[in-house]
């Protein structure tokens, strides 16, 4: 049975802690790949919301959905970066896609919350002060969203 193509649409979603410490995951498919939450809508119209919550829990098992404790910690920064697919990622897309749109959001979640990584997207977990975060993420724009992130918690 063939995969669907990916949407070129999707989210970044830095957790991070009141005290600015922020959440790292390591790749399954890239160990040198250190990044925060990621990934694409599944539908055309899922609202960007609706994906940033599904990707966290699905990445870390951090509930922030609606009517959960964790809700009103994610925050829609209103941002979006367009960017080119990376070339080892580009046959998840339709021939001829070749940028992507990820909207950035921020979770902040307490000091300690617990953290379950799904096996088959990610391997390992660190948390880091945010200039550290920026330094080891692989990802341009992940790194700068982490930069941001004083100027969207003050």
Same mark, same amino acid.
């Given at each position: 049975?063939?995969?669907?193509?990916?949407?070129?649409?999707?989210?970044?979603?830095?957790?991070?802690?009141?005290?600015?410490?922020?959440?790292?995951?390591?790749?399954?498919?890239?160990?040198? /790949?250190?990044?925060? +939450?990621?990934?694409?809508?599944d539908? =055309?119209?899922?609202?960007?919301?609706? &994906? $940033?919550? @599904?990707?966290?829990?699905?990445?870390?098992?951090?509930d922030?959905?609606?009517?959960?404790?964790?809700a009103?910690?994610?925050?829609?920064?209103?941002?979006?970066?367009?960017?080119?697919?990376?070339?080892?990622?580009?046959?998840?897309?339709?021939?001829?896609?070749?940028?992507?749109?990820?909207?950035? /959001?921020?979770?902040? +979640?307490?000091?300690?919350?617990?953290? =379950?990584?799904?096996?088959?997207?990610? &391997? $390992?977990? @660190?948390?880091?002060?945010?200039?550290?975060?920026?330094?080891a993420?692989?990802?341009?724009?992940?790194?700068?969203?982490?930069?941001?992130?004083?100027?969207?918690?003050?």
């Amino acid at each position: 049975m063939t995969r669907p193509f990916k949407i070129p649409e999707s989210v970044l979603v830095v957790i991070h802690t009141p005290a600015l410490e922020v959440l790292l995951i390591q790749r399954a498919d890239a160990a040198a /790949f250190w990044q925060s +939450v990621t990934g694409s809508k599944d539908r =055309a119209g899922e609202a960007w919301r609706e &994906t $940033a919550v @599904r990707e966290v829990a699905e990445e870390t098992g951090i509930d922030c959905a609606e009517g959960s404790r964790l809700a009103a910690g994610l925050r829609d920064w209103g941002l979006e970066n367009v960017y080119d697919i990376y070339p080892r990622w580009q046959s998840r897309y339709a021939p001829g896609v070749s940028r992507n749109t990820e909207r950035v /959001f921020g979770l902040c +979640v307490p000091a300690g919350t617990p953290v =379950a990584l799904n096996p088959r997207e990610h &391997t $390992a977990q @660190r948390w880091l002060p945010w200039r550290e975060a920026a330094d080891a993420c692989f990802s341009p724009s992940n790194a700068e969203a982490i930069l941001m992130l004083p100027q969207f918690t003050a």
